[in-house]
């Protein structure tokens, strides 16, 4: 049973559908962020993401330790940004791994499904955090322009929302 509402988790898949990478954020040992760019696979129905990663990997090895994980999204031509906050599990789960294998996978992982360093990542949503401008870059210069020409701070640039999971 989901703990967020349908329209929530499909809010944020909607959002990050059409952005390819995520970046990935993590404390490493002497708790200091560590970021790495890496593709979301899925965004299931009960409000989980899930990613592929190698076990060999370091930022793997501090997840169990601090499992508290950031992954930012950005699309700069639709004036998209957002921000997920959650809880990363570590699982070697070939089942899971056969229904979210594609084709693009094998470049990272040659021996496929059955490459033994192929891990799922799952992070459980806590909160998401977007900025969506909606408008387009020429809507936006003109206000931030008029902002600068009149000393008043531009009228609203888009939608800023706090989904709280």
Not at 5 to 15: E, G, L, M, P, V
Not at 136 to 143: N, P, R
Not at 155 to 165: E, Q
Request: with cysteine.
């Amino acid at each position: 049973m989901p703990l967020y509402s349908q329209d929530q988790i499909n809010t944020i898949s909607a959002k990050i559908k059409d952005v390819r990478f995520g970046m990935f954020t993590t404390f490493d040992a002497e708790h200091v962020l560590t970021s790495r760019p890496l593709t979301t696979q899925q965004i299931d129905n009960e409000g989980n993401l899930w990613f592929f990663a190698s076990d060999e990997a370091a930022f793997m090895l501090d997840l169990p330790r601090n499992p508290g994980v950031n992954i930012s999204y950005s699309d700069p031509e639709r004036n998209l940004y957002l921000s997920i906050s959650g809880r990363a599990y570590v699982l070697k789960d070939r089942a899971k791994a056969r229904e979210l294998w594609n084709a693009a996978a094998r470049s990272w992982f040659p021996e496929g499904v059955d490459d033994p360093h192929l891990t799922l990542i799952r992070v459980r949503i806590e909160s998401a955090e977007y900025w969506d401008a909606g408008s387009t870059k020429m809507k936006q210069l003109v206000q931030i322009a008029t902002a600068a020409i009149t000393g008043r701070a531009p009228m609203a640039m888009g939608r800023h929302t706090t989904i709280c999971l």
